[in-house]
C-alpha cells in the first residue's frame, strides 16, 4: 500500500480520487485551498504555490507516491488572470516536483488535451504539444517539469464525467442542474472529446500507481463523442427526454476562439494497458450513478 499525496483533493477528481483510494486501502493526504467543506478523508490546507509551506507539510507526511491533481483548471479564468494561472499552474508544479524529487516518490501530473491546438482528432502520447491559450501553456509546461521526476506519469484526460459529491463541479452538474430545473441545455455539436467517467478515471490513477506507470497516458473514454451526444447519453441515463437537449454550434460562442474543436484522444495505449477500463463506455457509469440516486 502506498502514502498517496492527492492535491487538489477538494476538487472533482481529487475528491472521488481520494475516497476511491481511502476505500482501496491507501494512506491518503489530501491539499486543499480555498475549500471550506470537511473532506471525508485526512486533509490539509495549503497553497501549491507555497514552496516553504508545502514542502514542509509533504515532506512530514513523506508520500510514496502524488496525484498533482491541483490547477487553475478552467480556460476562461488562465486567460482572465495569467499571472495566477502561472503561479498555480507552473510555480505550483515546480514545488510539487520538488516534494517528489525529495521524498523519492512517484509522480502523476493530471494534465489536458489542452496542451494541444484542438484542430486534429484522436491525438496520440507521441505527439509534440502545440498550446494555444494560457491554459495550454501552463500545462505543457507544468508536463516538462513532471516528466524531469525520475519515476513519473503525465496522465492526461479531456472531459472526465459523473457528479461531484460536494466538492468541485463537473460538465454532468452544470447539465443535470438545468434539467432537474425542468429547464433545457444546449451543447455543441461541432466540438469533440473523449469522455471518461471520474469513477473509471480514479481507477485508471489507482492502477497506473499500483504499476508505476511513466511516461504520457492519453485517459478517455472509447468513444469520440460531440458534447451533445455527451449530454444525450446522461439525458438518457437520468430519465429525461432527449429533447431536453438542444444542439448549437461553438462558432455561436462568444469566446470560440478560445475554444477547441477536437481534443479527442488514440486511447490504444490505455486499452493495451487495461482493456476493462479501456472499453468502459460513459452510458454505464452515468446509468449507475443515476440508479444511486448520485444526482
Ligand atoms: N475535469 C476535467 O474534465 C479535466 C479534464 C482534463 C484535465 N483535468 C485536470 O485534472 C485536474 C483536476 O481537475 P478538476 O476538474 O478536479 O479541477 P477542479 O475541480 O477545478 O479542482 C481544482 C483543485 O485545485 C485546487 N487549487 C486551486 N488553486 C490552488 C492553489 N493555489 N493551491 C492548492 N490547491 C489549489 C482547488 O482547491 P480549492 O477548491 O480548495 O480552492 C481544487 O481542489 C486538474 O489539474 C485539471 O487541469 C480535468
Not at 151 to 163: E, K, Y
Not at 192 to 199: G, L, Q, W, Y
Amino acid at each position: 500500500m502506498d502514502r498517496v499525496l492527492i492535491t487538489g483533493a477538494s476538487g472533482f477528481l481529487g475528491s472521488h480520487l481520494g475516497v476511491h483510494l481511502a476505500n482501496s486501502g491507501h494512506e491518503v493526504l489530501g491539499f486543499f485551498h480555498t475549500n471550506t467543506i470537511p473532506l471525508p478523508f485526512r486533509s490539509l490546507k495549503g497553497d501549491v504555490s507555497d514552496r516553504e509551506a508545502l514542502l514542509k507539510r509533504a515532506e512530514e507526511f513523506h508520500p510514496t507516491a502524488i496525484v498533482h491533481a491541483a490547477a487553475l483548471s478552467r480556460v476562461i479564468d488562465c486567460e482572465r488572470e495569467p499571472e495566477l494561472a502561472r503561479r498555480v499552474n507552473i510555480l505550483g508544479t515546480t514545488n510539487v516536483a520538488e516534494v517528489a524529487r525529495s521524498c523519492k516518490a512517484y509522480l502523476i501530473l493530471l494534465s489536458t488535451d489542452q496542451v494541444f491546438d484542438g484542430h486534429r482528432a484522436l491525438r496520440k502520447e507521441g505527439e509534440a504539444p502545440c498550446p494555444t491559450h494560457e491554459y495550454g501553456r501552463c500545462k505543457a509546461e507544468a508536463e516538462r517539469l513532471a516528466m524531469a521526476v525520475p519515476d513519473s506519469l503525465v496522465l492526461r484526460s479531456n472531459n472526465i464525467v459523473g457528479r461531484s459529491f460536494g466538492w468541485g463541479s463537473s460538465f454532468t452538474d452544470g447539465i443535470l442542474a438545468k434539467l432537474v430545473r425542468g429547464e433545457t441545455a444546449k451543447l455543441f455539436t461541432d466540438q469533440f472529446r473523449s469522455p471518461i467517467h471520474v469513477k473509471t478515471m480514479a481507477e485508471v490513477i489507482h492502477r497506473c500507481i499500483a504499476e508505476r506507470k511513466s511516461g504520457v497516458l492519453h485517459a478517455g473514454g472509447p468513444e469520440r463523442m460531440s458534447r451533445f451526444e455527451t449530454g444525450l447519453a446522461l439525458a438518457r441515463a437520468y430519465g429525461y427526454p432527449e429533447s431536453s437537449i438542444l444542439s448549437e454550434s461553438m462558432t455561436s460562442h462568444p469566446q470560440q476562439a478560445l475554444l477547441h474543436r477536437d481534443g479527442s484522444f488514440d486511447t490504444s495505449l490505455l486499452r493495451s494497458n487495461w482493456a476493462d477500463l479501456g472499453s468502459e463506455k460513459i452510458a454505464a457509469g452515468l446509468q449507475h450513478d443515476a440508479l444511486e440516486g448520485v444526482r
